[in-house]
């Protein structure tokens, strides 16, 4: 079976037939032979580096530092130990003695004093045994998925990477994988086992090679070799690193026990033995405090050791790539790093429609380019003012720039191009480690998603980019998710008379310009009232929990339910007065709206419009889509209070966990937030989605919420309604940004068309 190959010269992407020798591979266009172009790259380093020196005072102080992190696990063990010493001391002797003490009480004196005096430190101690040995047995936090290289599949990242090595001084990885973060890790294989066996895995993310040059990645690999070329120091800096982010995941990690624990000690019928519960979740707290001094004090032993080493690698580094190439890797990141968030959010928007790009490293490299240049000059600011401090384990960057400069090194390697050049075909790589990227990120949901060309998936949300930039425009920066329909949610027919309504859509717009002003003083107020309408209905909720509020926070007049209804009250009662000062800008926006939607129904003004891909059908499921949410935004703003207060209630349960009316005001909230969902959930069921969707003929309540949740699950009840809340408002967004889109086109169209005698229908586009 042949396999397809892309030159790296030409792009050009040829078949190579089964059994060919590589040294016989040969792009048919450009003639380029990729072992050649290996051979290359593997002359292209002039020569091995001096690999930075390390003094006797630096040596002995890591290993000091490694055996001060040794000793802090060893401390902690103890202290497990000393607390099985006492749990079984107050079994055989301290319980014993107290019972045996107080037997003539009798009832249920004798009752509780068995069970709070005796039983309850033994359930409490076996219990916090449990909680302290669990991170003890905790395993290690699964690896980022990642592909594996093979030689044969890519001989010319191999050789480069081999030959590194040597030039560093360094071992050779025993295996090379891809994965799909912006970074580079050379580490251990098999943790403890590798590092006894010298068995190393370089690890390269995909987006960092789609994003940097040849020369670039070459000192990012080179930094991390430089690590392992330290020898001792190396396995050194492995276990400080190791016992540092052990105490970082017992101190934080929840699980699955800790809830049971809390939900045991809540739903116990006996009163002292919810204390004995109560008390086991104190202690557990007190031996995470202790993990916790533990992890400050390992921290502070270690931070500059491990500065002193990053120090080390950024000296091999400059010493490979160059002194002057060092600066503009560490920017380079910097701004791959800041694009990868906009990639993430730009993956977030296309997982709304149940749809993902192929291929997130062109997700990236596009929002490289769609970074402004002051975004690169606001980094290069912000790395400037940070200065190290004594808890950083890397230095800042102005330190690292300075060390990496006074090593003046020219570079053993100065070639410079695409960094995909390593590999056979990079493109299909990318793809297949995108898929594993979303896969681990989204578990269940990615198998119910479909994959998108990335160019397909640019297209889209530079599509997106350009309506939101349409809304803004029409609706003079005024559009907000308070009254977001009160401008769209026109039916739009065709005019009956094209000259009339032209003149009619002048008249809307001046009105809209002339009024803007009062609409944007007026919307504050609005804006201002909103605020306080949510404020007086979280402390509401919260007084009728039985806890006391503070009501300069709440903006009431006083703590108690009389003073937070009338000031939910005189909220509402300001909004509506001041909608009537919103209403000519609203209306003249709105009317604007329909007659220029209503344009595109005309002929004469679509047939100017050929690169407009707009249908009958899209028109009439956006407006319908657009209307069902007008008449269902007041429920969807109650729904978001009421999630706002089943926060705030869930907020405070911890602390209160003996008051039984905050149990039980957030169990109605529950109940009532769940009926909100399931309201909304089956209004929406029967409005079509406007838009592109996994689903064929998906509806707004499919794109909006996977499942309704169970009426009884606190958490799903508040996950729904914040998920459905936020689905609706991206929907609203996106709707408006089409709407505006559509009828700027048309008013564009407009001013260049005579106008038609009759209007009708325009024909289906799709």
């Known amino acids: 079976m042949s396999k397809s190959a892309l030159c790296r010269r030409c792009s050009h992407e040829y078949e190579v037939a089964p059994g060919t020798a590589y040294e016989a591979i040969e792009c048919p266009k450009c003639r380029l032979r990729p072992a050649q172009l290996g051979a290359k790259l593997v002359a292209a380093f002039s020569g091995d580096i001096q690999p930075p020196e390390t003094s006797k005072l630096y040596r002995l102080g890591i290993v000091l530092v490694a055996l001060a992190m040794t000793l802090l696990p060893i401390i902690y063990v103890g202290l497990v130990v000393a607390v099985i010493y006492l749990v079984c001391m107050h079994a055989t002797h301290w319980g014993p003695y107290l019972l045996a003490d107080n037997q003539r009480t009798g009832g249920r004196r004798q009752a509780t004093l068995f069970l709070v005096g005796y039983l309850g430190p033994l359930i409490a101690g076996a219990i916090l045994i449990i909680f302290m040995l669990k991170p003890l047995l905790a395993a290690r936090p699964k690896s980022p998925a990642s592909r594996r290289l093979e030689r044969a599949d890519d001989p010319v990242l191999f050789d480069f990477v081999g030959r590194l090595c040597d030039v560093v001084g360094a071992p050779a990885p025993s295996e090379i994988r891809l994965d799909g973060l912006v970074n580079a890790s050379a580490s251990f294989r098999a943790g403890w086992m590798g590092m006894i066996s010298n068995q190393l895995v370089l690890t390269i993310g995909a987006p960092l090679v789609a994003g940097l040059t040849l020369r670039q990645l070459t000192g990012v690999l080179a930094h991390e070799f430089g690590h392992f070329a330290q020898g001792s120091g190396m396995r050194l800096t492995y276990v400080i690193r190791s016992v540092n982010a052990w105490f970082a995941r017992v101190v934080y990690e929840r699980d699955a026990w800790d809830e049971r624990l809390v939900s045991w000690g809540n739903r116990m019928p006996i009163r002292e033995l919810q204390a004995v519960f109560w008390m086991t979740q104190l202690c557990i707290w007190s031996t995470r405090r202790i993990l916790w001094a533990l992890m400050c004090a390992g921290h502070a032993v270690s931070c500059f050791m491990l500065r002193e080493m990053e120090f080390d690698a950024d000296r091999c580094e400059a010493r490979v790539a160059g002194s002057d190439m060092f600066a503009a890797t560490l920017e380079r990141v910097q701004v791959l790093n800041v694009a990868w968030q906009g990639a993430l959010a730009d993956t977030q928007r296309l997982l709304a429609d149940g749809q993902l790009a192929d291929n997130i490293c062109d997700v990236l490299l596009d929002n490289v380019r769609r970074l402004p240049p002051s975004a690169a000059d606001e980094l290069r600011k912000t790395a400037a003012d ?98 977001p329909f009160a401008v769209a949610a026109a039916s739009a027919p065709a005019p009956s008379n094209l000259q009339a309504a032209a003149l009619e859509l002048e008249e809307a717009r001046a009105t809209a310009d002339r009024t803007v002003a009062g609409y944007r003083e007026g919307f504050q107020r609005y804006d201002d009232a909103d605020t306080r309408w949510m404020l007086a209905e979280q402390a509401a909720s919260l007084i009728a929990g039985g806890l006391k509020v503070k009501p300069a926070e709440f903006q009431i007049e006083r703590s108690d339910a009389k003073a937070a209804a009338s000031g939910r009250d005189g909220a509402i009662n300001e909004m509506n007065e001041v909608a009537e000062q919103l209403q000519p800008f609203e209306q003249a926006t709105r009317r604007r709206m329909a007659l220029a939607i209503g344009m595109l129904r005309v002929p004469g003004i679509a047939r100017r419009l050929p690169n407009l891909s707009v249908s009958e059908r899209e028109l009439h499921q956006v407006l319908a889509a657009t209307r069902a949410l007008h008449r269902a935004w007041p429920e969807i703003l109650q729904l978001r209070n009421g999630a706002g207060c089943l926060s705030i209630l869930i907020n405070n349960l911890a602390a209160n966990q003996s008051n039984k009316k905050l149990r039980t005001a957030l169990a109605d909230k ?38 309704l949740p169970a009426a009884e699950d606190i958490a799903a009840v508040y996950s729904s309604g914040a998920t459905l809340i936020n689905q609706l408002n991206l929907l609203a967004v996106r709707i408006a940004g089409r709407l505006s889109f559509l009828a700027s086109a048309a008013e564009e169209a407009l001013s260049t068309v005579q106008p038609a005698a009759e209007a009708s229908s325009m024909p289906d586009a799709s």
């Not at 838009?691 to 003929?697: I, P, T």
Request: proline content about 4%.
């Open 386 to 483: 940070r200065k190290t401090h004594w808890s950083d384990t890397h230095p800042c960057d102005t330190d690292r720039i300075a060390s990496a400069r006074a090593e003046k090194a020219e570079g053993a390697f100065r070639l410079d191009g695409p960094a995909t050049v390593l590999f056979e075909s990079f493109p299909s790589l990318a793809r297949e480690v995108s898929a594993s990227f979303y896969q681990e990120s989204l578990g269940e949901a990615f198998h119910s998603t479909r994959m998108l060309p990335a160019a397909e998936a640019l297209t889209r949300q530079n599509a997106e980019r350009d309506e939101a930039s349409a809304r803004e425009r029409f609706f003079a920066n005024t559009f907000n998710l308070l009254r």
């Open 670 to 707: 529950v109940e009532g937030v769940a009926k909100q969902v399931t309201a909304l959930y089956e209004r929406f069921s029967e409005t079509a989605y406007p838009f592109d969707h996994a689903v064929q003929e998906a509806t707004v309540a499919q794109y909006a919420l996977e499942k």
